[in-house]
T-cell receptor
Framework: KQEVTQIPAALSVPEGENLVLNCSFT??????LQWFRQDPGKGLTSLLL?????REQTSGRLNASLDKSSGRSTLYIAASQPGDSATYLC?????????????FGSGTRLLVRP | DAGVTQSPTHLIKTRGQHVTLRCSPI?????VSWYQQVLGQGPQFIFQ???????GRGNFPDRFSARQFPNYSSELNVNALLLGDSALYLC?????????????FGPGTRLTVT
C-alpha cells in the first residue's frame, strides 16, 4: 500500500532563507508526483508536476526533484517571502491503479516571518 | 476560463442528516474526482467519475455516493452524517481519465457536522 510522508510537519523561517521540504513514498511504481500549495481553508493550487521519467522541474523560485528509486522528492524554495506561507502537500499517482487518484502526504505548514 | 467551482462553500449539518455537495468541472473536462480532507491531514480519495460512470472508489463506507450528470457536473451525497464526516470536501476535474491528465482542484466545501 502506497504511503506518503512529509517532513517536517511544520517549519518557521525568516524571510529570505532558502528552504527544503521533504516528501517520501513507499512504492516507487508511480506515474508522477505533484507538489501543491494550500492556503488556510482553501483548495489546492498545483505548483509542480514531475513525471516518473523526469528528475526535476523548475518554476520561478521553486525547484522540485524526484528520486524514484529511493522514494524521495524535495521541494526547494529560494529566497522565501512571507507570501510563501502556506501548507505544501506532495502527492503521487500510483502507476498500477486503474483510477487516476492521488495519494497525499499530510503536508508541511510553512511560516515565513518578515 | 472559469476553474472548478463547488457549492456551497460552507454548510453545517446535524448528525444523522443527509448532505449533497456539488461540483462543476472546468469546461471541456470529462472526469471529476472527490476528496475528503480532515483538518491537519492530506486529502483522501473518495470517488472518480468519467463519462458518467464510476471509475474508482476509495476506502469510504456506503453512506458516501456520487453521480455525474450529462454536462459532467457531479454531486457527492453523504447519508447518516457522523461527527467524523466534518471535513473540507474537494472536487478535482481533468480532461480525461488516464494518468497523463493533470487534475485541477476547486476551492472546496467546508462541512461541519454537529
Amino acid at each position: 500500500k502506497q504511503e506518503v510522508t512529509q517532513i517536517p510537519a511544520a517549519l518557521s523561517v525568516p524571510e529570505g532563507e532558502n528552504l527544503v521540504l521533504n516528501c517520501s513514498f513507499t512504492d516507487s511504481a508511480i506515474y508522477n508526483l505533484q507538489w501543491f500549495r494550500q492556503d488556510p481553508g482553501k483548495g489546492l493550487t498545483s505548483l509542480l508536476l514531475i513525471q516518473s521519467s523526469q528528475r526535476e522541474q523548475t518554476s520561478g523560485r521553486l525547484n522540485a526533484s524526484l528520486d524514484k528509486s529511493s522514494g524521495r522528492s524535495t521541494l526547494y524554495i529560494a529566497a522565501s517571502q512571507p507570501g510563501d506561507s502556506a501548507t505544501y502537500l506532495c502527492a503521487v499517482s500510483p502507476r498500477m491503479d486503474s483510477s487516476y487518484k492521488l495519494i497525499f502526504g499530510s503536508g508541511t505548514r510553512l511560516l515565513v516571518r518578515p | 476560463d472559469a476553474g472548478v467551482t463547488q457549492s456551497p462553500t460552507h454548510l453545517i449539518k446535524t448528525r444523522g442528516q443527509h448532505v449533497t455537495l456539488r461540483c462543476s468541472p472546468i469546461s471541456g473536462h470529462k472526469s471529476v474526482s472527490w476528496y475528503q480532507q480532515v483538518l491537519g491531514q492530506g486529502p483522501q480519495f473518495i470517488f472518480q467519475y468519467y463519462e458518467k460512470e464510476e471509475r474508482g472508489r476509495g476506502n469510504f463506507p456506503d453512506r458516501f455516493s456520487a453521480r455525474q450528470f450529462p454536462n459532467y457536473s457531479s454531486e457527492l451525497n453523504v447519508n447518516a452524517l457522523l461527527l467524523g464526516d466534518s471535513a473540507l470536501y474537494l472536487c478535482a476535474s481533468s480532461l480525461g481519465q488516464g494518468l497523463a491528465y493533470e487534475q485541477y482542484f476547486g476551492p472546496g466545501t467546508r462541512l461541519t457536522v454537529t
